[in-house]
């Protein structure tokens, strides 16, 4: 049963606590299954009951989430204490290796700008026939099956 509060005597059921984290329902179950939250209880309904720190938590998910960082990433945030200086120093080596995602990523998007920058180019609309969708069409033949049997290129995230 979830800890008693004066804001949260009995426990949020799953509702409530999506309102209170900004989480969605849907989100909030997902969470659960991945083991980034366990909720403390259940009420006499066996409806799932979620404490003000369960609260807490899915707020730091969310956080964490917008930041781009992944299930693993926040898995491990969320394991570390913040009194200790093993776990601030793990803390850190997380941001590192999640900066190190963002950078690449940032490299990835000012190519793909610039493929997209070219691509646009191609066409100022004057033309009988479109030559952005004309080069798409290139490009799909381009990659055709040498693409289709590699594996689709897997984010971080």
Do not use: W
Request: net charge neutral; with cysteine.
């Amino acid at each position: 049963m979830p800890l008693p509060s004066p804001s949260n005597p009995g426990g949020y059921q799953i509702g409530e606590a999506a309102r209170q984290s900004g989480v969605s329902p849907a989100n909030i179950r997902f969470y659960e299954k991945e083991n980034l939250l366990s909720p403390h209880g259940r009420g006499e309904n066996s409806y799932r009951l979620y404490s003000d720190g369960d609260v807490h938590q899915l707020r730091f998910i969310r956080l964490c989430r917008a930041m781009d960082m992944s299930l693993d990433e926040v898995r491990t945030l969320l394991g570390l204490d913040l009194n200790t200086r093993t776990d601030c120093a793990a803390a850190r080596e997380a941001l590192d290796g999640h900066l190190g995602h963002v950078r690449a990523r940032l490299t990835e998007l000012k190519s793909l700008e610039k493929d997209l920058k070219a691509l646009r180019d191609r066409c100022d609309g004057s033309d009988t026939h479109c030559h952005i969708i004309e080069a798409l069409h290139q490009l799909a033949d381009q990659q055709g099956a040498t693409k289709a049997v590699s594996a689709p290129r897997k984010r971080h995230v």
